[in-house]
């Protein structure tokens, strides 16, 4: 786990870049990074109460902590009011939760009465790195404005009691929880690993969303896993598991083209006149083709 907040020298090594995804192009107004028609994300604040050695936004954190102004997140608003075609808010930073619960009442509240925005979705850590920040008056607002969160568990460590309370307080008040996990070398690049930590996540109703292929961000080279590994971990989970306990791999576009889902390759495969399929246990099956 210490890998995952302890500086590392190999840190220095200056290979890949510090915005692959290209987030500073697809930014039409205020802090908002848009890659898609109907959903964007607003980053309200570039603090987090830990910082992640992997953090893919490294470029944006650190330094010195600095909350989106209000003035910012005024632009922001009045860009969705005017954009009709949104229909998801995600509001991330740094971390989200680090703003106090004046401020995302504030945000919330400016988005519910925008009519085409039918989902506010917030993006935190805490509930791994300062789970003391959900308590009922935090799950009560999020539950007033149906506010859905993705969190980032990577490893069954993180899932300490304190965490467990927090998931359980949201949950309790109906707060949907996602868990967007990243595959990292050392961390959990290990098939018992993420099926553990998974199964712990179902265990406690958080929903296993996403497992990222980590992205080639400048500083987090030692991190990195080769798809191969994520493709044989998503194969071990089939069958294996709960459908529940295994997320969907996704890889993310360079240069903000967006996340292309990866599925083990012998899955399917469509040769002559007919698909083949490879189960769980290996067993090959076809399928015609409907002409
Ligand atoms: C990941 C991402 C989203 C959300 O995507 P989902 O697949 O709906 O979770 C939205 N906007 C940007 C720019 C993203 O990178
Ligand atoms: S909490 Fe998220 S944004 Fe903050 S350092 Fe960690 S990965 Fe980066």
């Known amino acids: 786990m210490k890998l995952q907040a302890i500086p590392d020298i190999k840190e220095l090594d200056e290979e890949g870049e510090l915005d692959p995804m290209k987030e ?5 107004s205020g802090r908002i990074t848009r890659r898609y028609p109907n959903k964007l994300i607003i980053n309200v604040t570039n603090a987090c109460p830990v910082y992640c050695r992997h953090c893919q936004r490294r470029r944006l954190i650190g330094n010195a902590d ?3 102004s209000k003035e910012d997140i005024d632009i922001s608003i009045d860009f969705i009011r005017n954009h009709p075609a949104i229909r998801e808010v995600l509001i991330t930073g740094g971390d989200a939760l680090l703003l106090n619960n ?8 400016e988005l519910s009465q925008i009519s085409h925005v039918e989902v506010i979705r917030i993006g935190t ?3 791994a790195t300062l789970p003391f920040r959900i308590d009922e008056e935090l799950a009560c607002l999020l539950r007033k404005y149906r506010v859905q969160l993705s969190t980032q568990f990577n490893h069954a460590c993180e899932i300490t009691p304190e965490a467990v309370r927090a998931i359980d307080i949201l949950v309790d008040h109906g707060v949907l929880v996602r868990n967007q ?23 406690y109703r958080v929903i296993n969303y996403y497992l ?12 990195q896993v080769d798809i191969s590994k994520g493709l044989e971990i998503m194969k071990h989970l089939e069958g294996r598991t ?15 083209l967006g996340k292309v889902p990866l599925v083990p390759m012998e899955n399917i495969d469509c040769t002559e006149d007919r698909y083949r399929f490879t189960t769980w246990e290996n067993k090959i099956i076809t399928k015609d083709f409907k002409h």
Do not use: W
């Not at 595959?183 to 018992?192: A, E, G, I, P, S």
């Open 24 to 28: 500073e192009q697809s930014n039409p």
């Open 66 to 68: 600095k909350n989106t």
């Open 102 to 109: 004046n401020r995302l009442e504030y945000i919330f509240n």
């Open 125 to 127: 850590r805490v509930l």
């Open 181 to 203: 996990m990243v595959l990292l070398h050392n961390v959990n690049d290990d098939k018992y690993c993420i099926q553990k930590t998974n199964e712990e996540l179902h265990k």
């Open 212 to 223: 990222f292929h980590p992205k080639d961000v400048k500083s987090t080279k030692h991190f």
């Open 242 to 256: 709960s459908g529940m306990c295994k997320p969907t791999y996704v890889y993310n576009a360079p240069g903000g």
